[in-house]
C-alpha cells in the first residue's frame, strides 16, 4: 500500500510521471484507503469487497490482504532453539488467528539460509478493516512472546497484498 509520504513523493517530487498517471495512483490509493477506513458498510466499501482493486494500471489487482509477522532467528534450522521456541508460540496462537475471518490462510515461512522467519495471515478484503481495527489480533501478545525468546531479533510487522495467481 502506499503511505501518504510515499504518495506525496510519488505525485508531488520530480519523479517523472504524467498527470493522468498521478490521477490513477491517487484514486486508487483512494478506493484502498476507503475500503479500510473505519465506519459503517459505506456503500464504497461494499462495492469494494465483491471486485478486486486494481494495481499497476489495471495490469494486476487484489482482493486479499495479508498481515505479515517476521523475525530473525539463530542457529542451524534443523536445530535451532529459538526457532523450536518460535514454533511453540505459533502452535499455542494459531487457532486464535484462525478465528479472526472464516476465509483466512495461514502461511508459515522459514529461510535456513537467511534466518527468516515469517508468518503470513491473508484474509479477503473485507475481513481485513475489521481485523485491522482490532490491532490484528492476537499480533501484540504474540510478538511481545516471540520478542522474549532468546535468539530471536527483528520482530517485524508488514501489510501486503497476497494474490494466488
Do not use: H
Not at 10 to 25: D, E, N, Q, T, W
Not at 73 to 85: F, I, Q, V
Amino acid at each position: 500500500f502506499l503511505t501518504s509520504s510515499l504518495l506525496g513523493t510519488i505525485l508531488f517530487s520530480r519523479v517523472k510521471l504524467s498527470s493522468k498517471m498521478k490521477l490513477s495512483i491517487l484514486s486508487t490509493t483512494l478506493a484502498v484507503v476507503s475500503a479500510f477506513a473505519p465506519s459503517s458498510k459505506s456503500r464504497l466499501m461494499t462495492s469494494l469487497s465483491a471486485q478486486d482493486v486494481p494495481l499497476a494500471n489495471g495490469a494486476m489487482s487484489f482482493n486479499r490482504v495479508c498481515r505479515e509477522w517476521r523475525c530473525k532467528y539463530t542457529g542451524d534450522k534443523a536445530t535451532s532453539e529459538s526457532l523450536e521456541a518460535i514454533a511453540k508460540v505459533v502452535d499455542e496462537y494459531l487457532p486464535t488467528i484462525k478465528s479472526q475471518s472464516s476465509g483466512m490462510t495461514v502461511n508459515r515461512l522459514v529461510c535456513g539460509g537467511c534466518l527468516d522467519f515469517k508468518l503470513m495471515m491473508t484474509v479477503p478484503l473485507e475481513d481485513f478493516g475489521p481485523w485491522e481495527q482490532k490491532g490484528f489480533e492476537p499480533e501484540s501478545d504474540f510478538l511481545e512472546k516471540i520478542k522474549a525468546i532468546d535468539g530471536v531479533s527483528q520482530v517485524e510487522t508488514q501489510t501486503i497484498t497476497n494474490m494466488e495467481i
